[in-house]
């Protein structure tokens, strides 16, 4: 697609249910970044995906959290027996290839799934 | 560790201009990025900088010294609409982005 898609956009749900957030990259992109960002913070990593390589889970922040990536293409992050403190949004970015030396390799965001955990 | 340090909130008058700075550790460097994000909005790119130096781009321009561990960006002619949070993030040596918490501005007529 022209842009990194992510759905859905505001999930309001009850505490201790599981949630289910989608991430459809940029087309050719192989480096997917999830990240957290709660009201009037800065952004939080959470997991990262290049390509066909073992992610990089280290900013998940409990064992709740969990996500995977199929190839290429989509990724889903899965937060399970939600709590309060997860309410944020969650974006998602997409890269062409990772961060090296050239401004067209830049990570272009999603509008970010919106939880609220009530 | 890895901080990115920028101030948290900046003022500034329609038509002037204001200088965000951005500091952070040099090991492992991979690139200079500055996003702009707007309230309730996701972050859009702005510039990035890897060699020393000055980057204009219309009202915009970043510049950065690698070897003071340093970037700035310039912000001329403000405009009401430049009412944002501009996020600085540094590339490391894993290819990954260490984001700074923001520097919230705000724009006053």
């Known amino acids: 697609g022209a842009g990194v898609s992510q759905s859905p956009s505001n999930k309001v749900t009850e505490k201790g249910k599981d949630v289910e957030l989608r991430c459809d990259p940029i087309?050719?992109?192989?480096?997917l970044y999830w990240y957290r960002q709660r009201l009037g913070q800065g952004l939080e990593f959470l997991i990262y995906?290049?390509?066909?390589?073992?992610?990089?889970k280290s900013g998940l922040p409990s064992d709740r959290f969990s996500a995977e990536r199929t190839g290429e293409s989509v990724s889903t992050l899965t937060i399970q027996r939600t709590q309060q403190e997860d309410s944020a949004v969650y974006l998602c970015?997409?890269?062409?290839?990772?961060?090296?030396?050239?401004?067209?390799?830049?990570?272009?965001f999603g509008e970010g799934s919106w939880l609220t955990v009530v | 560790g890895q901080n990115i340090d920028q101030p948290t909130e900046m003022t500034a008058t329609e038509g002037a201009i204001v200088q965000i700075n951005c500091t952070y550790q040099?090991?492992?460097?991979?690139?200079l990025f500055w996003y702009q994000q707007h309230a309730g909005e996701a972050p859009t790119f702005l510039s990035y900088?890897?060699l020393d130096g000055l980057e204009e781009k219309g009202r915009f321009s970043s510049f950065l010294s690698r070897s003071k561990g340093y970037s700035y960006l310039l912000l001329k002619e403000l405009q009401m609409k430049d009412s944002a949070s501009y996020l600085c993030?540094?590339?490391?040596?894993?290819?990954?982005?260490?984001w700074g918490a923001g520097t919230k501005l705000i724009i006053k007529p």
């Open positions: 900088n890897v």
């Open positions: 993030a540094r590339g490391d040596s894993n290819y990954q982005l260490i």
């Open positions: 087309s050719g992109h192989t480096a």
């Open positions: 970015a997409s890269s062409l290839v990772p961060g090296t030396a050239a401004a067209g390799n830049t990570i272009y």
């Open positions: 040099t090991s492992g460097f991979n690139g």
């Open positions: 995906f290049q390509g066909n390589s073992a992610p990089d």
